[in-house]
């Protein structure tokens, strides 16, 4: 079963930044979207940004200016630059794809990352 799997999470002062990666389990397996979700205690889980194929993104409006999505493609990872983090940003963020491929095979699903903690203080 092909997961996705993150890092890069951790703990930062509030203004700090953090780098989030996101990528297939397999090496052979490439993700050309996906979606940045985070969910903080309590509360539900939250669409934070989109990368799409071709470089198109979308963000939530409250980190709009501070978040970044991109993708390596030489390394076949998309990336979640965030940037002057906020305590409001904690949470533990998830990276989700419709689809992984391989040898020009699109592969539908609904995959995910196991999420990665990022805790802010101020």
């Known amino acids: 079963q092909v997961q996705l799997v993150e890092s890069g999470g951790g703990l930062v002062q509030a203004g700090g930044s953090l780098r989030l990666s996101c990528a297939a389990s397999?090496?052979?397996?490439?993700?050309?979207?996906v979606n940045w979700y985070r969910q903080a205690p309590g509360k539900q889980r939250e669409l934070v940004a989109q990368?799409?194929?071709?470089?198109?993104?979308n963000y939530r409006a409250s980190v709009k200016g501070r978040f970044t999505a991109s993708r390596d493609y030489a390394k076949n990872t998309m990336y979640l630059q965030m940037n002057s983090l906020k305590p409001e940003d904690t949470a533990v963020y998830y990276c989700?794809?419709?689809?992984?491929?391989?040898?020009?095979?699109?592969?539908?699903?609904?995959?995910w990352g196991q999420g990665t903690q990022v805790t802010v203080s101020s």
């Open positions: 990368f799409r194929n071709g470089g198109h993104t």
């Open positions: 397999e090496t052979i397996y490439s993700i050309d979207d």
């Open positions: 989700n794809s419709p689809g992984v491929q391989a040898r020009g095979i699109l592969y539908p699903g609904d995959y």
